[in-house]
């Protein structure tokens, strides 16, 4: 059932318009230059999201929250947040509001499994791991981490629709508790591979939930226990959060903290019939995306992770080359960077992107939910970076669209 959007909840959404900034890491220029580029940024954000709170796509789809933050180099970066937490509830959101943040929770997975791999000393290119460590997958022996990490592996993925998803399986039953993820493993296994491992490239949730299991194998512990010890809690994200089981049930957080999510579907690309159109997704269990996606977060913290990662002061910039080690998403062989013909190059859980020839490489990643789209995207030159997400499905943010607005945050950058 299609739910109308009316002149009342536009006005509503457009009086609840906010903004934050924070400060961080003050560069010793200027006071005014300073003053100049947040300004600047906070006005960029502050139309894009004026826009996006009063659309809607060709099916009606629309969202009822968004929330962005940017940055330029060792400038503060800067935030907006525009909307309410949901149809129902109008409660504004502030920077603090929780939206689920989808796949990008592989690159966080891909830094637990690069230091297990270490401490362990253990090569993510050693072909006999799957087979030590899962015995009872004998048919996946031969893959290896990386393959896992960078979409080669062959194994199916879940969640598309295509004749050979495994979720078609289940019901509502399931999404509204949990999933086990070795469940979700051994229905995978009962397909054939779709490839002989590193032959090609084929995005498969299906790697990041037996990356997983990995880490649980290796450590004896969950492996959201092992990201939020090594991982959130060493960079004090504070409002960031594993959320295995329902997504509005999770320990120490108030559920007025959590934004509804709304399944807002393209008619081209509908879920499943238990889901239906433009259904509030909160209340589903995570553990349908398990570590391939199952985390909550804000644009400030993933903003303050990203800063972690692709900043030469970061605590974890030692894992930037291995994370940026691509493959072409074309033909799924080694890059060494993506290329104007060849422009997309996925690495462990972050994605390099050829933009032009000013900027002839980009980091970025979109993570989605059947409720949340989440992006992020980091420019290396200038340093610049930008995070913003939406509660919905809705056809809303297209690639050009977001670099479109990352272009205008980098003019920004560079006054």
């Known amino acids: ?3 109308p959007i009316n002149k009342l909840f536009v006005a509503a959404l457009l009086f609840s318009l906010t903004q934050t900034s924070v400060a961080s890491h003050q560069q010793p220029l200027s006071v005014d230059n300073n003053h100049r580029i947040i300004t600047s940024l906070h006005d960029i954000l502050h139309e894009y ?29 800067v935030s907006f947040v525009a909307g309410s937490n949901g149809i129902s509830d ?27 791999a270490k401490e362990n000393k253990i090569s993510i290119d050693d072909e006999t791991i ?23 592996s062959g194994i199916p993925g879940n969640e598309n629709n295509l004749p050979d998803d495994i979720f078609k399986k289940f019901t509502a039953k399931e999404y509204f508790n949990k999933i086990e993820p070795t469940k979700i493993l051994d229905l995978t296994y009962t397909l054939p591979l779709h490839f002989k491992p590193g032959a090609k490239f084929e995005y498969s949730n299906t790697n990041y939930v037996l990356l ?42 108030n559920k007025s903290q959590l934004v509804h999510g709304y399944a807002f579907y393209p008619k081209s690309s509908r879920p499943y019939s238990f889901i239906p159109y433009g259904a509030d997704t909160l209340p589903f269990s995570l553990s349908y995306t398990n570590t391939a996606g199952a ?5 400030e913290d993933i903003n303050r992770y990203l800063h972690a990662i692709f900043d030469k002061h970061g605590i974890f910039y030692s894992y930037k080359r291995q994370l940026a080690t691509f493959v072409s998403k074309q033909t799924g062989q080694h890059m060494l960077a993506p290329t104007i013909k060849n422009n997309q190059g996925f690495g462990l859980g972050i994605i390099g992107f050829y933009w ?18 989440f992006a992020w995207f980091v420019d290396p030159e200038t340093q610049t970076y930008l995070v913003f997400t939406i509660n919905s499905r809705a056809d809303l943010l297209s690639l050009d669209d977001a670099l479109n607005l990352f272009s205008k945050a980098i003019e920004t950058c560079e006054i």
């Open 212 to 253: 997983g299991q990995f880490i649980k194998k290796l450590t004896h512990h969950e492996p959201e226990d092992e990201v939020t010890m090594r991982i959130i809690n060493r960079l004090g994200l504070h409002n960031t959060y594993f959320a295995i089981d329902r997504g509005n049930e999770i320990l120490g957080v």
């Open 130 to 152: 799957i087979e030590k460590w899962f015995p009872e997958y004998p048919k996946w022996k031969h893959i290896t981490l990386r393959q896992l990490m960078d979409m080669t």
């Open 49 to 77: 999201a004026r826009k996006k709170i009063t659309s809607k796509d060709k099916d009606g789809g629309f969202l009822t929250a968004i929330s962005l933050t940017a940055q330029c180099n060792t400038h503060a970066p």
């Open 356 to 373: 032009n020839k000013q900027h002839p490489l980009i980091y970025l990643y979109n993570g989605t939910t059947d409720g949340f789209n």
């Open 1 to 3: 059932m299609k739910i």
């Open 295 to 299: 985390m909550v977060s804000t644009p």
């Open 90 to 116: 109008r409660t504004p959101i502030n920077e603090n509001s929780l939206f689920q943040i989808g796949s990008v929770t592989k690159s966080f997975v891909s830094i637990v499994v690069l230091q297990i």
